[in-house]
């Protein structure tokens, strides 16, 4: 199995940055894509950003030009940072990962989750 450990959340004002970090540990053949999903209350779990084994990403419209995304694959990271944060910004961020295990199954982990609050 693989397990997601994230850290970097907090309260920040308006206009402020801040960097989420993931580290993947256990066993796997490869970690295809990592990535990051937010959920505000009341709302469904939307994707933030995603980047894959090849180094292409993907961003959720709201975050363009914005969040940047990035990966180490020899250590098997993932690195979300959040520039010119806004009040709606504001969720719980949760790290995900999507590969294959040593045994050939395809697996998808999910980090506990971190809170980013933005507010004045």
């Known amino acids: 199995q693989v397990s997601l450990a994230e850290s970097g959340g907090g309260l920040v004002h308006p206009g402020g940055s801040l960097r989420l970090s993931c580290a993947a540990s256990?066993?796997?053949?490869?970690?295809?894509?990592m990535g990051w999903y937010r959920q505000a209350p009341g709302k469904q779990r939307e994707l933030v950003a995603v980047?894959?084994?090849?180094?292409?990403?993907h961003y959720a419209d709201s975050v363009k030009g914005r969040f940047t995304i990035s990966r180490d694959n020899a250590k098997n990271t993932v690195a979300l940072q959040m520039n010119s944060l806004k009040p709606e910004d504001t969720a719980v961020y949760y790290c995900?990962?999507?590969?294959?295990?040593?045994?050939?199954?395809?697996?998808?982990?999910w980090g506990q989750g971190t809170q980013v609050t933005v507010s004045s």
């Open positions: 256990g066993i796997a053949l490869s970690i295809n894509a």
């Open positions: 980047i894959f084994l090849d180094g292409s990403t």
């Open positions: 995900n990962a999507g590969g294959k295990l040593l045994t050939g199954s395809n697996f998808a982990s």
